[in-house]
């Protein structure tokens, strides 16, 4: 039977978990995902265990946190005057906001808490610090056109 190997477009679906068997993401097989390998178009890890992997099979991989989303980090955590938010909007904690950087980039920011004029928001990726477990399978290997 052929197994995937760099250079393979294969056809995935996945489930993940936290460590605590709390169900943080899906790709199922109605949707699946296709990538190919050895592109980085997924973590390094769930590549490396697709490798080798025959159609139809099912593997489980654990990707620690710094090697998912990182860590999290406390320097994320800002302080943003709340007169500074456009008036028109009433941000409430779990509401996303976009911030611009100092080098003009954007960044993503989720509230956590609003008091005494100044808006609690966290730059920190929804999973940083969380360890992830992923059970992949293959579905299919693409052929390679030429």
């Known amino acids: 039977m052929q197994t995937a190997k760099q250079g393979d477009t294969v056809v995935i679906h996945y489930v993940v978990r936290a460590t605590d068997d709390r ?42 946190a710094d090697q998912a989303f990182g860590p ?15 008036p028109r909007e009433t941000p409430k904690p779990g509401m996303a906001l976009n911030a611009r950087q100092p080098d003009g980039t954007s960044v993503k920011l989720i509230i956590i808490d609003i008091t005494d004029g ?10 940083a610090g969380e360890d992830l477990e992923f059970e992949i399978t293959l579905a299919e290997i693409k052929p390679t056109s030429y």
């Not at 999290?72 to 456009?86: C, E, K, N």
Request: charge should be negative.
């Open 23 to 64: 169900v943080i993401g899906a790709v199922d097989a109605d949707d699946p995902q296709t990538l190919t390998l050895g592109m980085s178009e997924i973590f390094p890890a769930i590549e490396a265990a697709l490798e080798g992997m025959e159609v139809g099979t099912t593997k489980q991989v654990a990707i620690l």
């Open 118 to 127: 100044v808006i609690l928001a966290d730059g920190n990726h929804p999973l």
């Open 72 to 86: 999290r980090r406390d320097d994320l955590i800002v302080q943003i005057p709340l007169a500074s938010v456009d």
